[in-house]
Nanobody, 123 residues
Framework: VQLQASGGGLVQAGGSLRLSCAAS????????MGWFRRPPGKEREFVAA?????????YYADSVKGRFTVSGDNAKNTVYLQMNSLKPEDTAVYYC????????????????WGQGTQVTVSS
């Protein structure tokens, strides 16, 4: 299984970025995809998750609700994280992850991880 995250960069506060996570090597129809981030000097934290099953489940951390949107393109095996109204505290390395079953906010329940992409929000 390979997950390739991309789309990070440097943006000013209030700006937007869209992260992508391209998945390969597995059939993901019964999987969930999660986004996590590790801010500088802090622990990894949950950001958002989505189910790729016919019933879509979406979960967001409270800190990003209303600003971030997770979506998926099954045909492309790609999940996106649209990040709007970015704040300096959103600065982190962002990771995508995959697991069989429903989405969860628990990182330990994901068995495949991408390499991470840096997002830096300047004030």
């Amino acid at each position: 299984v390979q997950l390739q995250a991309s789309g990070g960069g440097l943006v000013q506060a209030g700006g937007s970025l869209r992260l992508s996570c391209a998945a390969s090597g597995r059939t993901f129809s019964n999987h969930a995809m999660g986004w996590f981030r590790r801010p500088p000097g802090k622990e990894r934290e949950f950001v958002a998750a989505i189910s790729w099953s016919s019933t879509t489940f979406l979960y967001y951390a409270d800190s990003v609700k209303g600003r971030f949107t997770v979506s998926g393109d099954n045909a492309k095996n790609t999940v996106y994280l649209q990040m709007n109204s970015l704040k300096p505290e959103d600065t982190a390395v962002y990771y995508c992850a995959a697991r069989p079953g429903r989405p969860t906010a628990q990182a330990r329940e994901y068995d495949a991880w991408g390499q991470g992409t840096q997002v830096t929000v300047s004030s």
